[in-house]
């Protein structure tokens, strides 16, 4: 198995730009995760679906952010307009089932830098 | 104050001398996570755990749902153990809490 696969494996953009993060979890999983790492803010769960539906955004910080997940093998994390404290580490992680019942897999994770 | 705290923040060893990372927690939760991430950055997870005691390899991790507190502990370090190690909770709605991580360095 190719584990979590995330594209991107860096990314420099303006500011203002449209940025598309992607990523493929694990054939079978029904859980994918995005999250973002800061040095200040550590790692922080932007949003997860379960069976392709979006269950928890609460983490999206703002409306500039926005994820779909059209199938069970492809998901993405779109910024539009993309803002230098966007930059960060997104990860992407997926698993079996909901969070509560089994660990996850991570993907390499998406190097952002907004200039 | 943080929901999840780690502690040390940073810690340095000598390689085969016996690790403990802690976690504290002050909310209820269904499980907690122990994650490795290494210094090219990919994360990996190391134990799920709702009670008791779970062990691979050289990494033993505890949890004590009462105390509300968790460690994970290394034997005989390497310095392959050198990584950030994450604790993170599930609380009771499946939120997911992240504590700052420990950075752990083990000296040849």
């Known amino acids: 198995d190719a584990g979590v696969i995330q594209s991107p494996r860096h990314e420099v953009t303006e500011m203002g730009q449209e940025v598309t993060l992607r990523c493929k979890p694990i054939?079978?999983?029904?859980?994918l995760f995005w999250y973002r790492q800061t040095m200040m803010r550590g790692l922080e769960l932007l949003i997860y679906f379960n069976n392709n539906v979006p269950i928890d955004d609460s983490g999206m910080p703002e409306d500039r952010f926005s994820a779909k997940m059209p199938n069970a093998s492809f998901s993405t994390l779109k910024i539009q307009p993309s803002e230098p404290r966007d930059s960060a580490v997104y990860f992407c992680?997926?698993?079996?089932?909901?969070?509560?019942?089994?660990?996850?897999?991570f993907g390499s994770g998406t190097r952002l830098t907004v200039v | 104050k943080n929901e999840v705290e780690q502690s040390p923040q940073n810690l340095t060893a000598q390689e085969g001398e016996f690790i403990t990372i802690n976690c504290s927690y002050s909310?209820?939760?269904?499980?907690l996570h122990w994650l490795q991430q290494h210094p090219g950055g990919g994360i990996v997870s190391l134990f799920m755990l709702s009670s008791g005691k779970k062990k691979h390899g050289r990494l033993i991790a505890t949890i004590n749902i009462q105390e509300k507190h968790s460690s994970l502990h290394i034997t005989a370090s390497h310095p392959r153990d050198s990584a950030v190690y994450i604790c993170a909770v599930l609380d009771r709605d499946d939120k997911i809490i992240f504590g700052k991580g420990t950075r752990l360095h083990i000296l040849p």
């Open positions: 054939s079978g999983h029904n859980s």
């Open positions: 909310v209820g939760i269904s499980a």
């Open positions: 992680a997926s698993s079996p089932l909901g969070q509560s019942y089994y660990g996850y897999t």
